[in-house]
């Protein structure tokens, strides 16, 4: 299995200022069709986990532009421009090139 | 916008098969991949499987052999049956289009 790990695991964090999560897999996401398969999601106290960003960079729709992602091969990023209270909780990043798809641990955000 | 609901027993007893089902709403199961994931109570996401309508399956090989994943198109439902249960398969469990659309899960605890 590709192995996803994350960090920080927490991070605390002012509204209004940015964060950053880093992502790293153990083998390249970049596919022969020229796609990488890297996703972001967010996972709200007691709510299931939702899509952010798909194929590295690509907003999925509804989600508000201050979230952006970035990365190639095995190490990506996922940045907020200015942390909101919304954004709290854990955030996984994801592989699907290879099947099984695995996540990364979470990262814990929190609002100071 | 597709809505998914995971039902079944919220307590399944050590050895036994746990058997959920998820009803897919304002989608048609006769398109997509189906998907099952798990949380165990504070830790991170596993997926188990998936099934395409047509019957086709792909099982997480830690589980292959106690899983099973089946579609009835009629009903607009897919199913998860895991066998041979243990408390480590205490988890909330969601059913989810392909990775994107998620049910809110649903908690199941293996005990006597």
């Known amino acids: 299995d590709i192995v996803m790990t994350q960090t920080p695991l927490s991070l605390s964090v002012t509204p209004g200022q940015p964060a950053s999560i880093s992502c790293k897999s153990s083998q390249s996401l970049l596919h022969s069709d020229g796609k990488t398969y890297l996703y972001w999601y967010l996972q709200k106290p007691g709510q299931p986990p939702q899509l952010l960003i798909y194929?590295?960079?690509n907003r999925f729709s509804g989600v508000p532009d201050r979230f952006s992602g970035s990365g190639s091969g095995t190490d990506f990023t996922l940045k907020i421009s200015r942390v909101e209270a919304e954004d709290v909780g854990v955030y996984y990043c994801m592989q699907s090139i290879q099947l099984p798809p695995t996540f990364g641990q979470g990262t814990r955000l929190e609002i100071k | 916008q597709v809505q998914l609901q995971e039902s079944g027993p919220g307590l399944v007893k050590p050895s036994e098969t746990l058997s959920l089902t998820c009803t897919v709403s304002?989608?048609?199961?006769?398109?997509?991949?189906w998907t099952w994931i798990r949380q165990p109570p504070g830790k991170g996401l596993e997926w188990i499987g998936y099934?395409?309508?047509?019957?086709?399956?792909n099982y997480n090989p830690s589980l292959k052999s106690r899983v099973t994943i089946s579609v009835d198109t009629s009903k607009n439902q897919f199913s998860l049956k895991l066998s041979s249960v243990t408390a480590a398969d205490t988890a909330v469990y969601y059913c989810?289009?392909?990775?994107?659309?998620w049910g809110q899960g649903t908690l199941v605890t293996v005990s006597s």
């Open positions: 194929e590295v960079s």
């Open positions: 099934i395409y309508y047509s019957g086709n399956t």
């Open positions: 304002n989608d048609s199961i006769s398109n997509y991949y």
């Open positions: 989810a289009r392909q990775l994107i659309f």
